[in-house]
Nanobody, 115 residues
Framework: QVQLVESGGGLVQPGGSLRLSCSAS????????MVWYRQTSGARELLAGI??????IYADSAKGRFTISSDKTNDMVYLDINTLKSEDTGVYYC??????????WGQGTQVTVSS
């Protein structure tokens, strides 16, 4: 059974940094493309992805402040966010690309950027 558990969210001041973590079980990061999405008041948007060979992709909105990485040995995926802005507020989801395409989502982790 696939389980992806996000953590690391919380209340952060504008300009701060945050590391979101995703613990993966039931899948292999050696064979799955992993992605981070964010849901705000609107739709869920793709922020970043990392393929098994380590190559990364970013949405234009995430370039420069977001960094996706993974630790295949420990089945962890990370999203580092710098210079947080109020518009970064939302629920952040880690997923496999396949599950995201199927519309299967976990709980996510809430990030609130506010002074």
């Amino acid at each position: 059974q696939v389980q992806l558990v996000e953590s690391g969210g919380g209340l952060v001041q504008p300009g701060g940094s945050l590391r979101l973590s995703c613990s993966a079980s039931g899948i292999s990061l050696y064979t799955n493309t992993m992605v981070w999405y964010r849901q705000t008041s609107g739709a869920r948007e793709l922020l970043a992805g990392i393929v098994p060979d380590g190559n990364t992709i970013y949405a234009d909105s995430a370039k420069g402040r977001f960094t996706i990485s993974s630790d295949k040995t420990n089945d962890m995926v990370y999203l580092d966010i710098n210079t947080l802005k109020s518009e970064d507020t939302g629920v952040y989801y880690c997923n496999t690309l396949d599950r995201a395409r199927l519309g299967v989502w976990g709980q996510g982790t809430q990030v609130t950027v506010s002074s």
